[in-house]
């Protein structure tokens, strides 16, 4: 497939099909789902549908065998060591507050502390700042400049003997900021401090091996690299789980049960109480192969042509402010227009079947930095083109003028 041409991309996703003129912009929230995706679903659900991990009948032996192989692909899609160490969460913030609670929960004391990136998602920063709470422990925040770059000298100097645990994202949500994470890492690791990355937002366009950066943690969700939603991964180091109490106590994770104490399965089986989301794993696999059948590399630089172009036409428009402006930024830009609630604008945008986020994208701390109440988000997926940053922009004109503000 010719990553370079969006019609031919675009005829992939049958939401396009459905609504011709849509224009998704809205990528960095959630992916549309391409054919292959929705077909494996469908096909799990029509010919291989049963229980995994349960029925010693066929069918269920089958759907076993499906579901594990895309733990497989997981595996091998980031380069983990083992099979074992992939665990399906239903995403990135179920798979951030399964290491708040087990990996930290059981040693986390009153001194110790916690080091967090001031860009985080609320997901990667509530999990954090409730068991500090819970435990006396200090939360500290790297914070950031006003281009949306994380102060680094900051992270050098509380770097120590007392943190337990760095967190950060690999991009930000809501600035598009690309962190220096071989850096970070190489920090962290001088200190022996185990880092949790979470690659929400890198994923669909960065490839990511655990093993070269020597990550203790990675978590990342399905829907947004082309994959369903309700599905995400959480990769640990297999030193880490094997340590880890159970997160959820049901069905399948056990060993031995009697009515005075159980033993739990060993990893990842101990972490998937209950029964699992198989077809959104067997999807997910799916996404993987689309993923795979092209250039991460080449999807990455065309967001980037779009960035560039998109920026610049949006500079171009009087009393637009641009928010994040690091040299090193995803296909995510956030901006706000002078005397404009972005609500306003992104409702009359969405008249004309343009999708763009407004609000603060789950990051208020770092709207509070730039004293906003919100911004408008735009973000670019490999369907995206030119055209219809043009449109965005006729968009913009009209809700101006519409709302007074010319
Ligand atoms: N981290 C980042 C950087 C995100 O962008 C998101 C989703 N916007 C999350 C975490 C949470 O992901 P999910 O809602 O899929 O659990």
Redesign the pocket.
């Known amino acids: 497939m010719n990553i370079w041409d969006p019609k031919r991309i675009r005829a992939e996703f049958p939401i396009f099909q459905h609504h011709p003129d849509l224009i998704y912009l809205d990528n960095?929230?959630?992916t549309q789902k391409p054919r292959s995706v929705l077909d494996a679903e469908r096909d799990f659900y029509e010919r291989n549908y049963a229980n995994v991990h349960r029925g010693i009948y066929p069918l269920a032996a089958r759907a076993t065998q499906l579901y594990e192989a895309s733990r497989q692909k997981v595996a091998e899609f980031i380069n983990a060591p083992k099979i074992e160490d992939i665990v399906f969460t239903?995403?990135?913030?179920?798979?951030?507050n399964l290491i708040a609670q087990s990996f930290l929960g059981p040693t986390l004391q009153a001194g110790d502390d916690i080091l967090v990136s001031g860009l985080?998602?609320h997901?990667?920063l509530l999990p954090w700042q409730a068991i500090c709470q819970s435990r006396g422990a200090h939360l500290h925040i790297i914070p950031f400049f006003e281009d949306g770059t994380l102060d680094l000298q900051y992270l050098d100097k509380n770097l120590g003997s007392k943190t337990k645990l760095l967190a950060l994202?690999?991009?930000?949500?809501s600035l598009g900021t690309v962190n220096p994470v071989a850096e970070i890492l190489t920090m962290a690791k001088a200190k022996g401090v185990p880092v949790v990355l979470?690659a929400?937002?890198s994923i669909a366009t960065h490839s990511i091996d655990v093993q070269a950066w020597d990550l203790d943690f990675l978590?990342f969700?399905a829907?947004?690299m082309y994959g369903p939603?309700g599905i995400?991964v959480l990769y640990g180091k297999s030193e880490h789980l094997k340590k880890m109490p159970p997160y959820q106590l049901g069905g399948e994770m056990i060993r031995d049960v009697t009515y005075e104490k159980s033993l739990y399965a060993a990893p990842p089986k101990r972490f998937e109480a209950g029964t699992p989301n198989a077809a959104g794993a067997i999807g997910l696999a799916a996404a993987i192969d689309f993923l795979q059948k092209l250039d991460r590399k080449a999807i990455f630089e065309q967001q980037k042509i779009l960035l560039n172009y998109a920026t610049q036409a949006l500079m171009d428009i009087p009393g637009l402010e641009i928010y994040g402006q690091a040299p090193e930024k995803s296909g995510i830009i956030s901006f706000a227009l002078e005397g404009i609630h972005p609500h306003d604008s992104a409702t009359l945008l969405g008249e004309k079947e343009i999708c763009i986020r407004a609000g603060q994208?789950?990051t208020q701390p770092v709207m509070d930095f730039y004293d906003i109440p919100g911004t408008l988000r735009v973000s670019f997926a490999m369907y995206n083109h030119e055209a219809e940053i043009d449109e965005l922009i006729q968009g913009i004109a009209f809700a101006k003028q519409k709302l007074g503000a010319i």
């Open positions: 960095a929230a959630t239903r995403g990135s913030t179920e798979g951030i985080e998602h997901s990667n994202s690999h991009i930000s949500n979470d929400a937002q978590v969700s829907h947004k939603s995400g994208h789950c």
